[in-house]
Structures are given as C-alpha cells and as structure tokens.
C-alpha cells in the first residue's frame, strides 16, 4: 500500500495512514481466522436469485469452527446439584456466511437483513449446502492486540419478515431497476462541440450483458 501510494503520487494527508490501517485490518482479520478455524469454501461469488429477483456478492462462504452453550451429558459430580445436568459448552464445526464490513462501531439490522438475504441466495442456488450461521464481521480500532466485531444474525429475523422486505424492495425497486441506465465517459471534450462524442448511455441490463457475458 505504501509503495502503491508512492508510485501514484498519493501523497495528501487523508491517504498517510492507509497502510498502516490496511495492516492493522488484515491483522485482526487473521486473528479471526486463527480464532474460528476458518476454511474457506467460496470468496466473493456472485450469485442471484430466479426466485427473488436479486442478486449480489458474497463475501465469504467457509467451515468455522465456533463454541456453543448446551447440556451435552455433563453432570455435577458434588454438592446440592450432584447428579444433575451441567451446563458446558463445546466446540462445533458449522458452515457460515460472511459479510466484511469496514466499520469499527459494530452493525445495524439492515446489515443482519442483508447477510440473511445472502443466505438465503446461496442457500437456493445449492440447496443441498445447508448454512448455520451467517454473520457479519468487522475490524476494530485495537491497541495492543487485533481485535474484531462479530455477529450472527441467525434466527434475529423470521422468514415472514425476510420475505415481505424482499416484497417491498421488488415493489419499490424491481421495475425502476431494469429502467436506469449506465453513463461512461471515454475520448476527448473539445471545446465549442458538447459532450455527446464522450458520453456513452446504455440500459443497465445491456451495460451487464456487455460487460459480463464472457463469465457466463
């Protein structure tokens, strides 16, 4: 980042301290990694829905390792409770979804309602994956050691309400979708001859055909 900055001249005061928080975010993402036994299965795939009518990129669909509360067959071996179930806690391997998020002050319920909408898109495009967990996470602005923001929005939402924002959202959004269009810009303005030779307009649906259909 730092030789990055040099070569392209970035030298204003806002872009100084990119490297070193560039370097302080990847630590914290790392530690997370160490700490949950991340095995990445899927990296930034972009999936839509024939159901839904949406689409999006996933961040990261992996194995994780987390730790859960339960009575899994403990008992107190002494005093008044001899005998009864003991609250314990073990450790699982579950697979998850996970959105990055760059800010350090935790998440709102529309980053849970995206990350359950992601889901819910991977989910139908393999159905026979099935997803335990989809969280959100984020660095934070640690001192001393890297630390992180996670969160696991698994069951915060039922599947009534998820379903009548997707309503809305095609309602609101669906057909105003397909009617934008993509403005580019490439030449040279000349003076005194306008900026109709420089300004290229195409409807979002031709500017994703063009631009994408070798992938498909």
């Known amino acids: ?30 530690q997370f990694h160490h700490d949950y036994k991340v095995k990445p299965i899927s990296v930034e795939h972009v999936m839509v829905s024939d159901k839904w009518g949406y689409g999006t990129l996933i961040d990261l669909v992996c194995k994780m390792t987390i730790e859960e509360k339960g009575f899994f067959g403990e008992v107190y071996k002494s005093g008044e409770r001899k005998g009864q179930p003991k609250e314990s806690k073990q450790s699982r391997e579950i697979m998850a979804v996970v959105n990055f998020k760059s800010g350090r002050n935790g998440f709102h319920e529309t980053n849970g309602l995206q990350i359950l909408a992601e889901k819910r898109l991977f989910e139908e495009n393999f159905p026979e994956i099935k997803i335990e967990g989809a969280f959100n996470w984020s660095p934070k602005e640690w001192r001393g050691y890297p630390s992180y923001n996670l969160k696991d929005w698994t069951g915060s939402f039922t599947d009534e309400e998820i379903d009548a924002i997707m309503i809305l959202a095609n309602i609101r959004f669906g057909d105003k979708a397909l009617e934008k269009e993509h403005i580019s810009f490439s030449g040279m303005a000349i003076e005194g001859r306008g900026l109709d030779e420089v300004i290229t307009k195409e409807t979002v649906e031709d500017f994703c055909k063009r631009k994408f259909s070798n992938l498909l």
């Not at 001249?9 to 790392?30: C, F, G, N, S, V």
């Open 1 to 30: 980042m730092r030789d990055y900055c040099r070569a392209n001249k970035y030298t204003y005061p806002e872009t100084i301290e990119w490297q070193w928080k560039l370097r302080d975010d990847m630590a914290a993402y790392i």
